[in-house]
């Protein structure tokens, strides 16, 4: 007969699910189900740009993002699977006195944590970045052990590592709704009726996770918000394969090599949040307002012009929409709802799940464990807002406000 009782259930098989099954699954947290109501890393997981960023001046982050390095080397040496992480490098630029201070916070930074980072003159950065007008760059700086992952990939990782310590994984497996009696957490009603006894409750149902939250009367700090980027056409000589990935915060842009093409992300100035209750079941049925790739386009494509002179007429090959979950202070939501005890989350990720996820996961998996944790837990604890609404138009506002200033890649 199949199992009904499990010590920790996770809802949600995308990069955060899956690495607190890894983390928690490391600490032989007991008995743990992850299920999802698609496959494993099909929704949000699938569609990112992928970027490690490893440098970062918020507090906390890149210990969480050194975690996720840390995460791949273990996954590939424990399961034999090549992660297929690619160590290209990254050059942030600063043509501003605004990003010329942002620059030098950041090596400041990366050199405190001890990530290696050097000043690169126009000849180094041309010879870098093939495609660049070097002449428009004031400042750059080259950070050579940054890289980027498949996110795909590494969320596969996270769950077959998982699995491999005893995680039993369930896809294709909605979850209908949380049970509780009185202020406890007693498992989950999936889809066909099914009722599934835990005393622990994860939920990390991505852009989704407020549709759970709704009926138990919580508001997680976050809202869906639409991130994309464009694929030009091939070009292997002026996009060479693993070239470094750019951070042009003057341009409100990010650029990475594609084997042979260049990805495009641009932010525009006022970015688009969507309706939690609007959302599909799965993101492929979705209108992420499909116009945006021409129109957000037309409004950046000036700032990025200076960088690359021919935007204007690239042949762009593909365009990639889809959900990063924005919170207010664009810090992510993980931790305990005290509203019922056995209740976690782990979500808001502030389109950074990729480059985080191994440290988010840890995190979450120390406080459910209840070990001291590796970095500050009230930096993202879930009720530091007090209560929201996220069906809220004005509230999701200042989560798509959080995307629309962000400075980063
Ligand atoms: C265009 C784009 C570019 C990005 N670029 C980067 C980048 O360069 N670097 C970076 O670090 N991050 C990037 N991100 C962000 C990254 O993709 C996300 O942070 C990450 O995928 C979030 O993972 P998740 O597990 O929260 O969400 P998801 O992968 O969406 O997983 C949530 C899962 O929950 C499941 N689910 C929902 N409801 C239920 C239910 N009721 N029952 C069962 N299952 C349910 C869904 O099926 C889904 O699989 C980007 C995102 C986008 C959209």
């Not at 259930?9 to 947290?29: E, F, H, M, S």
């Not at 709704?177 to 007693?186: K, L, Q, S, V």
Request: negative net charge; proline residues 5%; hydrophobic residues 40%.
């Amino acid at each position: 007969m199949e199992k009904l009782s499990y010590d920790i259930v996770i809802v949600g098989g995308g990069l955060l699910g899956c690495a607190t099954a890894y983390q928690l699954a490391k600490r032989k947290a007991g008995d743990i189900l992850l299920l999802d109501g698609n496959d494993i890393a099909s929704q949000a997981s699938s569609r990112a740009a992928c970027l490690l960023t490893r440098a970062r001046t918020k507090p906390g982050l890149m210990e969480i993002v050194q975690e996720t390095y840390d995460c791949i080397e273990e996954i590939e040496a424990m399961t034999g699977e090549e992660l297929g992480l690619q160590m290209c490098g990254s050059i942030t630029t600063a043509s501003s006195d605004a990003s010329l201070k942002g620059l030098e916070e950041l090596e400041a930074a990366a050199t405190r944590f001890g990530i290696p980072n050097e000043r690169i003159d126009h000849k180094r950065l041309k010879e870098l970045l093939p495609w660049i007008e070097a002449d428009a760059v004031g400042a750059a700086s080259y950070m050579p052990t940054d890289a980027f992952i498949d996110s795909a990939s590494l969320c596969q990782g996270y769950a077959h590592a998982a699995s491999q310590l005893g995680v039993t994984l369930k896809p294709n497996c909605k979850v209908a709704g949380i049970t509780a009696e009185g202020d406890r957490i007693t498992g989950v009603r999936l889809q066909d009726g099914t009722e599934i006894s835990s005393a622990v409750v994860v939920n990390a149902a991505g852009a989704w996770a407020n549709l759970l939250m709704r009926p138990l009367h919580i508001g997680l700090p976050f809202t869906p918000v639409r991130s994309h980027f464009w694929i030009t056409s091939t070009d292997a000589e002026r996009f060479p394969v693993n070239h470094p990935f750019t951070v042009i915060p003057d341009a409100r842009a990010f650029t990475r090599s594609d084997v042979g093409a260049l990805i495009i992300g641009l932010r525009e100035s006022q970015c688009q949040a969507f309706d939690p209750s609007t959302l599909t079941d799965k993101l492929e049925d979705f209108d992420f307002n499909q116009a945006a790739k021409w129109t957000v386009l037309d409004e950046c494509a000036p700032l990025l012009k200076a960088y690359l002179k021919d935007i204007d007429t690239l042949p762009i090959a593909h365009y990639m929409s889809g959900p990063s979950c924005y919170v207010p202070d664009a810090k992510f939501v993980i931790g305990a709802l005290p509203q019922y005890v056995g209740l976690y989350t782990v979500t808001g990720c502030c389109g950074g799940g990729v480059a985080c996820g191994g440290g988010m996961g840890r995190l979450a998996a120390e406080l459910i464990t209840g070990e001291e944790t590796f970095v500050d837990a009230a930096l993202f604890d879930p009720m530091r807002f007090g209560e929201v609404d996220p069906f809220a138009p004005e509230f999701q506002k200042r989560c798509a406000d959080a995307r629309s200033n962000k400075k980063g890649g």
